[in-house]
T-cell receptor
Framework: RKEVEQDPGPFNVPEGATVAFNCTYSNSASQSFFWYRQDCRKEPKLLMSVYSSGNEDGRFTAQLNRASQYISLLIRDSKLSDSATYLCAVMRPPSNTGKLIFGQGTTLQVKP | DARVTQTPRHKVTEMGQEVTMRCQPILGHNTVFWYRQTMMQGLELLAYFRNRAPLDDSGMPKDRFSAEMPDATLATLKIQPSEPRDSAVYFC?????????????FGPGTRLTVT
């Protein structure tokens, strides 16, 4: 089993839709989680950090489910500009190493 | 707006040649990471430094890859000799890591093609 797993998609949704991605992790001792956005041929850009149960920033909500060992990213009112690959990253314990393990990414296509 | 910078942005070289990639981390960040990204393997951590000291390079093929941080403003990743299978995008990232905090900020990457 991979340390961090994501459904690669693609998720094809119409503008205005709500879409959610999940990311599962295998190490129950992990405490820090991140979502990154990566556009084609660009670098990953930090979208959100999740340290406790969740985080919200505008149309984006990230939630952590420790019992089931997954984090989710919810995007409301999808825009065309949200089309990208979304990478989740989990900090491998012990937390002070800073070592992030990335999932393979989930591709989102928002259609007009 | 502080950013991680990387040079060169693109590099095409022949098998057997030496390749050096450079990275300037964000000022004040204590940790610098080198990643490689390919379609097949995704984003893989190669090596990282804390306060310029190497912490972990277990992700790197030791026989041909080397990473150094000669000063706080420069990290280098060298491949000698390069092989076609090294073709990938190499990202440098930096972060102020401590406790639970682990946000990393990526540079634009070096797109390497080895023929």
């Amino acid at each position: 089993r991979k340390e961090v797993e994501q459904d690669p998609g693609p998720f094809n949704v119409p503008e205005g839709a709500t879409v959610a991605f999940n990311c599962t992790y295998s190490n129950s001792a992990s405490q820090s989680f991140f979502w990154y956005r990566q556009d084609c041929r660009k670098e990953p850009k930090l979208l959100m950090s999740v340290y406790s149960s969740g985080n919200e920033d505008g149309r984006f909500t990230a939630q952590l489910n420790r019992a089931s060992q997954y984090i989710s990213l919810l995007i409301r009112d999808s825009k065309l500009s949200d089309s990208a690959t979304y990478l989740c990253a989990v900090m491998r314990p012990p937390s002070n190493t800073g070592k992030l393990i990335f999932g393979q990414g989930t591709t989102l296509q928002v259609k007009p | 707006d502080a950013r991680v910078t990387q040079t060169p942005r693109h590099k095409v070289t022949e098998m057997g040649q030496e390749v050096t990639m450079r990275c300037q981390p964000i000022l004040g960040h204590n940790t610098v990471f080198w990643y490689r990204q390919t379609m097949m393997q995704g984003l893989e951590l190669l090596a990282y430094f804390r306060n310029r000291a190497p912490l972990d390079d277990s992700g790197m093929p030791k026989d041909r890859f080397s990473a150094e941080m000669p000063d706080a403003t420069l990290a280098t990743l060298k491949i000698q000799p390069s092989e076609p299978r090294d073709s990938a995008v190499y990202f440098c990232a930096s972060g102020l890591v401590g406790g639970l905090a682990g946000e990393q900020y990526f540079g634009p990457g070096t797109r390497l093609t080895v023929t």
